[in-house]
């Protein structure tokens, strides 16, 4: 698998670096990539189409609380989809929290990855009352499963 790492400083400029020229071909590194609020780490490349904002997505979804103590900082898990159904919605488009529409629209059919999203970019300081604490990170298990 190649490595990489992504940092973003805006959406229209990325620097990349390659990271496997460096390190032994038997390391096994993820893909990760920084969208401004966003960390998405790429578990399992997809080879799909990349939504575009107002497109509708199908995706499957575990949500914790960020509990850094933790070796994958996998606190609490506080929703997921497994099991449920597959979610679907529009992208993009202000009708889920802002690290999905940034990390979503990153992602390409097939794909799964772990969204790492910062409070302003998740719940804020208002949280979501029984579930999410106030000012809280939070880490999705996304797979992105259609886009129509």
Do not use: C
């Amino acid at each position: 698998m190649r490595s990489f790492s992504l940092a973003s400083i805006s959406r229209a400029s990325r620097i990349t670096t390659r990271l496997n020229t460096f390190a032994p071909q038997s390391r096994n590194f993820s893909f990760t990539q920084a969208i401004m609020g966003v960390t998405k780490t790429t578990h399992q490349e997809g080879s799909g189409a990349i939504p575009q904002v107002g497109q509708t997505v199908t995706i499957e979804y575990t949500g914790y609380l960020k509990d850094e103590s933790k070796p994958d900082n996998k606190g609490a898990k506080f929703d997921s989809s497994v099991g449920r159904g597959d979610f679907v919605v529009k992208i993009g488009v202000g009708q889920v929290i802002k690290g999905w529409d940034e990390g979503v629209t990153q992602m390409q059919v097939g794909e799964k990855a772990t969204l790492d999203i910062s409070p302003d970019y998740g719940y804020g300081a208002r949280g979501f009352p029984g579930h999410i604490p106030p000012n809280s990170s939070l880490i999705f298990d996304v797979e992105l499963k259609k886009v129509q």
